[in-house]
């Protein structure tokens, strides 16, 4: 498997605190099956400075002590980079990365609020020649009164990307409700684990891929966790990516029926 969202980079921002956090996420993520990883930081002006010199450097960094310690993951880069102002100059100068540079970008929304001008801010990303590939919308605390809006961005050319402890249940009742919705209703690109530790988030794919796999059979299971990442690296264009599954509603869950709209 490939996950082509981690927060494993130790130091950098809210993920692995130090090199032996890193070296355990990285024993987990091969224990589980994942044979490669995006070293994916946060980048947010003010709070999290990174840019592409620097993650690849701790990249490079981080992949010789795997590799001096016998662990058999393959490191590459990108970042979850949030929605700001001068985004697309930042990937045109290279500042910004993208996901083992290519074409496609991580995009993570505001958790809290919807941003102003949402779907314009990504579909200019989209115009310009890059896929955004939108981070946990299952997570976004405004996702109720917004779903429509992430289904129009996939028709756009956004491709999404869900959580795999968010489909295991690990963020509760709602993410996992939304985490469902996504998958069943054939709008996931692909899953990523978006961990940031070796002890309560960890880099752990299998789980959320047997869920998946009941959901939408082994093919599609198999899809969002290796064709599709596999494709992103080869930076292939989605008219030649395995395509989403037919769209079908997925019959009402029955946390969803205990769980009110939120207001």
Known sequence: ???????????????SKDLAMSLEMARIAVAD??????????????????NTAGIKAARDELQKSLDENGIAL???TGADVHLVPGLLEGLR?????????????????????????????????????????ITHPERLTWIEDHFQTFVDLI???????VTAGALTGQFGPRP???????????????????????????P???????VAERLLGAKEARNLVE????????????????????????VEGWWRKLIPPRK
């Not at 099956?33 to 990174?50: D, E, K, S, W």
């Not at 290519?102 to 890059?130: D, I, K, M, N, W």
């Not at 069943?184 to 960890?202: E, P, Q």
Request: charged share 15%; hydrophobic share 40%.
């Open 74 to 76: 393959r490191l590459t």
């Open 1 to 15: 498997m490939i996950d082509l969202h981690c927060h494993i980079l130790p130091g950098i921002d809210d993920g």
């Open 93 to 133: 100068a290279g500042v910004v990365p993208s996901l083992h540079d290519t074409r496609y970008v991580l995009l993570e929304p505001s958790h809290h609020v919807a941003p102003p001008r949402f779907a314009e801010s990504v579909f200019q990303l989209v115009a310009a020649g890059y896929v955004p590939v």
């Open 227 to 250: 064709t599709r990442p596999a494709a992103i690296m080869a930076n292939r264009v989605p008219s030649q990516v395995a395509p989403l599954p037919e769209q079908k509603p997925a």
């Open 33 to 50: 099956g994942i044979q490669v990883t995006a070293c994916t930081p946060h980048i947010y002006p003010g709070l999290y400075l990174n």
């Open 176 to 202: 996992k409700y939304w985490a469902e919705k996504f998958v069943g209703d054939g709008l996931t690109h692909i899953l990523a684990t978006d961990a940031h530790s070796s002890t309560r988030r960890t």
């Open 155 to 161: 028709q756009q050319g956004s491709w999404m990307q």
């Open 204 to 210: 752990v794919m299998s789980e959320a891929r047997a």
